[in-house]
């Protein structure tokens, strides 16, 4: 069976080497998070984010909108955050509704600001191999393997998913030559004629394309390490709640194939807003120097 890759834990180290830094510093890192409409994951969400901040040390706002509000209204919010010096990072928590264009709001986040690392300034650094802020998602999966002691370079890395959020980001960041990186990349997506063939000859497989147990234990090398980036929700009758989450990864299966394999939930999910939080804290250094 494949060794468990811990995030939970990794993630209160982490956690554990901030709060120090924390404590040290001479301003007091703020992160405002701006909250639209009531999606019930979305509440979930900010609300450990903002109990992860509080044990920090790190002064954490939620700001929340009506589903209603304009992106006028929203654009005007995030021109007040971005001017207010106390605030030293911003989120906007997704999914937007409809009638508000996603791509206009990330990229009035000042960069400066930026945690998420979704502004066009900051995702072009990120392709230069230039310091930025890296999306939360990627910095945590690539912090897992480093943290693991998962050889990286050299190795073939395959992504399945495409998303701006985490399958690109991570292309850019494997790819890079870096100690930590450096490594062949490929990409699958939708348009992948043959999946399998493809997974079957990752070092390093990330599963981040969102469909229930999509990646067989069958499409898994031997002694491969496997990341799981998805969460899902499916029916469960014998379950209390009426549901269970899994990831993109079948894991019973695939952990008899790998040599070591991410859990769901307990992986990546922690490791996310740990880098947030360590997003925020370089936000508030780099306040200090400006």
């Given at each position: 069976?494949?060794?468990?890759?811990?995030?939970?834990?990794?993630?209160?180290?982490?956690?554990?080497?901030?709060?120090?830094?924390?404590?040290?510093?001479?301003?007091?890192?703020?992160?405002?998070?701006?909250?639209?409409?009531?999606?019930?994951?979305?509440?979930?969400?900010?609300?450990?984010?903002?109990?992860?901040?509080?044990?920090?040390?790190?002064?954490?706002?939620?700001?929340?909108?009506?589903?209603?509000?304009?992106?006028?209204?929203?654009?005007?919010?995030?021109s007040k955050l971005n001017n207010d010096d106390s605030v030293h990072a911003i989120l906007i928590q997704l999914p937007l509704p409809a009638q508000i264009k996603e791509g206009t709001i990330l990229n009035a986040v000042s960069p400066k600001k930026d945690v998420d690392g979704f502004h066009a300034v900051n995702r072009g650094k990120l392709l230069i191999g230039e310091d930025t802020f890296i999306p939360c998602t990627p910095a945590g999966v690539q912090e897992m393997l480093v943290r693991?002691?998962?050889?990286?370079?050299?190795?073939?890395?395959?992504?399945?998913?495409?998303?701006?959020?985490?399958?690109?980001?991570?292309?850019?960041?494997?790819?890079?030559?870096?100690?930590?990186?450096?490594?062949?990349?490929?990409?699958?997506?939708?348009?992948?004629?043959?999946?399998?063939?493809?997974?079957?000859?990752?070092?390093?497989?990330?599963?981040?394309?969102?469909?229930?147990?999509?990646?067989?234990?069958?499409?898994?090398?031997?002694?491969?390490?496997?990341?799981?980036?998805?969460?899902?929700?499916?029916?469960?009758?014998?379950?209390?709640?009426?549901?269970?989450?899994?990831?993109?990864?079948?894991?019973?299966?695939?952990?008899?194939?790998?040599?070591?394999?991410?859990?769901?939930?307990?992986?990546?999910?922690?490791?996310?807003?740990?880098?947030?939080?360590?997003?925020?804290?370089?936000?508030?250094?780099?306040?200090?120097?400006?």
């Amino acid at each position: 069976m494949a060794n468990l890759i811990d995030g939970k834990k990794i993630a209160m180290d982490i956690q554990a080497e901030l709060k120090i830094i924390v404590k040290d510093l001479k301003v007091v890192p703020c992160l405002a998070v701006v909250l639209v409409g009531e999606n019930p994951a979305s509440q979930v969400y900010v609300r450990s984010k903002a109990r992860t901040a509080n044990d920090l040390g790190v002064k954490s706002e939620t700001i929340y909108l009506p589903k209603e509000t304009t992106e006028l209204e929203l654009l005007e919010q995030i021109s007040k955050l971005n001017n207010d010096d106390s605030v030293h990072a911003i989120l906007i928590q997704l999914p937007l509704p409809a009638q508000i264009k996603e791509g206009t709001i990330l990229n009035a986040v000042s960069p400066k600001k930026d945690v998420d690392g979704f502004h066009a300034v900051n995702r072009g650094k990120l392709l230069i191999g230039e310091d930025t802020f890296i999306p939360c998602t990627p910095a945590g999966v690539q912090e897992m393997l480093v943290r693991s002691h998962v050889e990286i370079p050299g190795k073939h890395v395959v992504i399945v998913g495409r998303s701006k959020i985490v399958g690109l980001p991570l292309a850019t960041m494997f790819a890079q030559k870096h100690k930590h990186a450096n490594a062949t990349v490929t990409v699958c997506h939708t348009g992948t004629a043959d999946l399998t063939a493809i997974t079957l000859q990752a070092d390093i497989l990330i599963a981040a394309i969102g469909k229930p147990e999509a990646i067989k234990g069958s499409m898994v090398k031997e002694g491969a390490v496997v990341i799981d980036v998805g969460i899902n929700r499916v029916e469960e009758p014998s379950s209390e709640k009426g549901y269970k989450l899994v990831g993109d990864v079948e894991f019973d299966e695939t952990a008899k194939h790998a040599s070591a394999i991410s859990p769901v939930p307990g992986g990546v999910g922690p490791m996310t807003i740990a880098m947030l939080m360590k997003n925020t804290v370089k936000a508030a250094q780099n306040s200090m120097r400006q």
